[in-house]
């Protein structure tokens, strides 16, 4: 079932804006990992504002949604999803990463309201949702549980031993992201270590499928629904995605995985991000 129009203009704003306040964190930081900020931004927009039950007034709601970030190195893109919503003063991204911040390059959840859990330590992510899908099961509160990865860390056996566990357990209410940009610290990960058939692999230990365009927000919106009525396997969703999306001259380029942004270079940024979203919003009218 198609979104409404209107769902998907409101989604298509919000992802700019965060897009925008991503950029501005950067240049704030002197630096951060864009290019995998950059290509999770429609992920993150869709699940905090039409997808999970999350309320920013209620961070231990019992019954609320969790959300892993098992790429924790994004942290420069979730910061600015998480002061949006008011977890924080905004005000705060301006001294991210810097000297007694609580915002540093990777989340911590004792230390930023909105953060289940401390990441960074790619492979991890996923062995922890696991633990709390079944911890919702457990306690017959059946909140659900979205961890986002990236395809790089899908390298690690951590993440295929959680991947069989889940299933081996049937852990419905478990859906699992990953923002397949197909580019890493050091080279493609198809240079790097190959993970195609990827869908395959991820078939094969046990768990509901879907592979899609993680730039497109009604697909994204109605994948997520359709993974929501999912209730005896957990689910993978393959989001394919650019790398540093929405800004032309690094899109696709895994030497953006960490940079910096500032003077002229960020106004020609904001220049591009401005371009990217009007050609975004253009497809609805069109639709």
Known sequence: MAIDASIWRRLEDKAHELRSLTLDTVVWAGGGHIGGSLSAVDILTVLYHEVMNFDSSKLDDPDRDRFVLSKGHIGV????????????????????????????????????????????????????????????????????????????????????????????????????????????????????????????????????????????IPELVETFRAADAIKDKPVMIIANTIKGEGIDTIAGDYKWHYGSFGGDQAVEGHKALEEYHAKRVAKIKEK
């Open 77 to 216: 893109g979730y910061a600015p999803v998480l002061a949006d919503l008011g977890c924080f003063p905004k005000e705060w991204l301006k001294n991210f990463n810097h000297t007694g911040s609580p915002l540093g390059m990777h989340p911590d959840g004792s230390k930023v309201p909105g953060v289940e859990i401390a990441t960074g330590s790619l492979g991890h992510g996923l062995s922890i949702a696991v633990g709390m899908a079944a911890a919702s099961r457990l306690s017959g509160r059946n909140f659900r549980t979205y961890c986002l990865m990236g395809d790089g860390e899908c390298n690690e056996g951590s993440i295929w031993e959680a991947a069989m566990a889940a299933s081996h357990f049937k852990l419905g209410g478990l859906i699992g992201i990953v923002d397949r940009n197909k580019a890493m610290i050091d080279g493609m990960t198809e240079d790097v270590m190959a993970l195609e058939p990827f869908a395959d692999k991820w078939t094969a230990f046990g768990w509901e499928v879907f592979d899609i365009d993680g730039h497109n």
